[in-house]
């Protein structure tokens, strides 16, 4: 594989490079600047140059550069800060010839951009190297290694001098590269070996290339890449050099059909080391990679939807999860386990469940495994909440087809109200309720975990998905988000809280009268938030704890606010005992049909009421007025034909 063509033209999404150059005073600072732009040492130097533009052609990427020099005044430090607070990357000067300035970078100037919280790359460069002391003089690996073994930000140093025009240019081309080019995503200085995302994105393209799937670059393959990544051929005898280079270091880098993953790897690895970097950011580059290395955003297509839609996977992208699913359950018992699930996802930049809400969200079983629904579920949980992050992940571990094509927006919740039935295939249910009353027992049993009698409160929101069967032909997406009572009021200071909402659930223990009493009041809010909005949803109460006995008066309290708010009558459950009535699939049907088993509190029906006398009064004003028109136009009739007679 060769480098990155030299002659092309700006092939960054970068604009220009903004480099800042700042350190002691008197170290050379706009003197390095002005003879890199004239390539003339200047005899007078002003205090602060201005913002100093150098030619685009000066440098191979075409990138335009703009250097900003320095005060080295106090009195201007916070002007220096912000400069340095919008640099890309910065130029710390010292001067050869005075030992304490490169002291001070590591005293100063290096801990300062870090309080700055300034994350860019840094070029140390020592000044004026012809007025060193000819007895003091040492390595600059000797100088630096321990700098920049405390501090990984510093990408490169060089030593130069203006004067005698030595080393000037390479100062900003490296600067420049640094950006451009940066090792910090790609490569740990410390192990001396490619960082797990860099690997992720390799392999990634690695598989794309491998036509074939024989899990190695043949010849062909290898000119394909060659082909597309630097729009140019390798010859044969260039092949055979690159495949003589990985096997001399690496046996296992080329076998009988080609260059393998492992070989693949070793190669940029090899770059990088030898300070190629533009080679393998010009690859990632090519296959659609950031500086972060993920996807650049224009390559996943952008979701529109109104509030009160959500998001789902289609058909066509299903039946590729199932194929992918099958083709990593590498000992066919239906069940990913984690190992499985982990080379699954070898090639996004991580696996998307690590951590909240995913990891804990679907059923597992002994060994950490999912199955094929617990899979797909997860699936459906990522689409709901963030689509373009599920897009995003479902390019990375080879969906083939149109991106777009992969999921649908579903039809709005008015819209199915009025049509009396939802289209929707994930339904998202928000559990509320008090302390202690058995929501988190509800998730848990939702995806298969056993009961616990240890009480651990709820202190964020928290998921869990599963499939519920309805019949033979309907087969849901149940999404229980379980809302903790001290969330309720920062989930409703936003007026569209509820628009994502399919139905809500309503959870008291049956024993505790104030369990009871505060989960009715939180309905009453729910509801009146609803009529407010116009994002009315479905509700359903929960008894939980029902192997214990109820408080005195639970059945008429309970039956009074179930009539007054037109919902049905609680449900009553054992999560303990494992008695669910058939709850989860009751709050399929209610969120089905989402027109029905809408809570409705007394100023709604007060308002409804009003509503409804303004109407008829409108209609009534109507037909009065339509009267006195027809009587106006019949008595201007029967006067023209009188007067006709007369």
């Not at 005293?107 to 919280?117: A, D, G, N």
């Not at 010849?219 to 082909?227: C, H, K, M, Y």
């Not at 051929?233 to 690496?250: A, C, F, H, T, Y």
């Amino acid at each position: 594989m060769a480098k990155a063509s030299s002659g092309t033209v700006n092939p960054h999404s970068r604009t220009g490079v903004r480099i800042v150059v700042a350190g002691d005073q008197g170290t050379g600072k706009s003197s390095l600047i002005i003879t890199a732009a004239a390539d003339n040492f200047p005899v007078n130097v002003p205090p602060v140059l201005p913002p100093t533009r150098l030619p685009e052609d000066l440098y191979p990427d075409r990138v335009p550069i703009t250097i900003i020099d320095t005060s080295s005044r106090p009195e201007d430090s916070d002007k220096v800060a912000e400069e340095l607070q919008r640099a890309d990357t910065v130029v710390l000067t010292y001067a050869c010839d005075r030992p304490e300035t490169l002291e001070n970078l590591s005293i100063f100037w290096l801990p300062h951009l870090r309080k700055l919280e300034v994350k860019v790359p840094v070029i140390v460069v020592g000044c004026k190297l012809d007025l060193r002391d000819e007895n003091q003089q040492v390595s600059l690996e000797q100088v630096m290694s321990p700098i920049m073994q405390q501090f990984r930000e510093i990408e490169t140093c060089i030593e130069c001098s203006a004067s005698r025009h030595i080393q000037v240019p390479e100062v900003f081309y490296y600067a420049q590269k640094a950006v451009l080019h940066p090792t910090a995503p790609l490569f740990d200085q410390e192990s001396q070996t490619l960082k797990p995302r860099c690997v992720r994105a390799l392999k990634r393209i690695f598989i794309l290339c491998d036509h074939d799937r024989d899990g190695a670059l043949s010849d062909a393959e290898l000119n394909d890449f060659q082909v597309k990544c630097f729009n140019a051929p390798l010859q044969p005898s260039e092949i055979v050099g690159v495949k003589k280079v990985v096997q001399e270091k690496l046996s296992e880098g080329v076998n009988e059909r080609g260059l393998t993953l492992t070989g693949f790897l070793f190669l940029h690895a090899l770059f990088i080391e030898k300070g190629r970097l533009e080679t393998t950011w010009t690859v990632l580059r090519k296959f659609g990679y950031n500086d972060d290395i993920k996807l650049a955003d224009d390559l996943i297509p952008p979701v529109k939807r109104a509030p009160d839609q959500s998001v789902e996977l289609t058909n066509e992208a299903l039946d590729f999860l199932k194929a992918i699913f099958d083709a990593f359950d590498g000992d066919g018992d239906g069940m990913l386990r984690p190992r499985e699930l982990e080379e699954l996802f070898s090639t996004a930049p991580e696996s998307p469940w690590t951590g909240v809400p995913y990891e804990d969200a679907a059923e597992k079983n002994a060994f950490g495994g999912l199955s094929l629904d617990a899979f797909l579920s997860e699936w459906a949980l990522m689409t709901l909440l963030n689509p373009t992050f599920s897009v995003e992940n479902l390019i990375y571990i080879g969906y083939p087809g149109d991106p777009s094509s992969a999921i649908r927006v579903t039809r709005r919740r008015r819209l199915d109200r009025k049509k009396q039935q939802s289209d929707r295939n994930v339904l998202q249910c928000y559990v509320f309720g008090p302390r202690k009353a058995g929501k988190s027992a509800l998730l848990n049993s939702f995806i298969g975990r056993p009961y616990s009698e240890s009480y651990n409160p709820t202190t964020e929101d928290r998921y869990a998905v599963n499939v519920v069967d309805i019949s033979m032909e309907n087969k849901k997406y149940l999404v229980l988000r379980e809302i903790p009572e001290d969330g309720v009021r920062k989930l409703l200071s936003n007026k569209e809280s509820l628009a994502s909402c399919d139905i809500a659930v309503f959870v008291h223990d049956r024993f505790d009268e104030s369990s009871w009493r505060t989960s009715s009041e939180l309905l009453v809010e729910i509801a009146s938030h609803g009529e407010d909005t116009g994002f009315e949803v479905p509700c359903l109460i929960v008894a939980a704890k029902d192997d214990l006995d109820s408080f005195p008066m639970a059945i008429q309290e309970s039956t009074r606010v179930s009539q007054d708010m037109g919902v049905e009558a609680p449900i009553p459950i054992s999560v303990k005992l494992g008695d669910f009535n058939s709850m989860f699939r009751r709050i399929v049907t209610a969120a089905e049909h989402p027109h029905l088993s809408i809570p409705e509190t007394e100023a709604g029906r007060s308002r409804k009421q009003y509503h409804r006398l303004i109407n008829r009064s409108l209609m009534a004003v109507s037909v009065g007025a339509a009267v006195v028109v027809v009587g106006l136009a019949a008595y201007r009739v029967y006067s023209a034909r009188k007067n006709a007679s007369g």
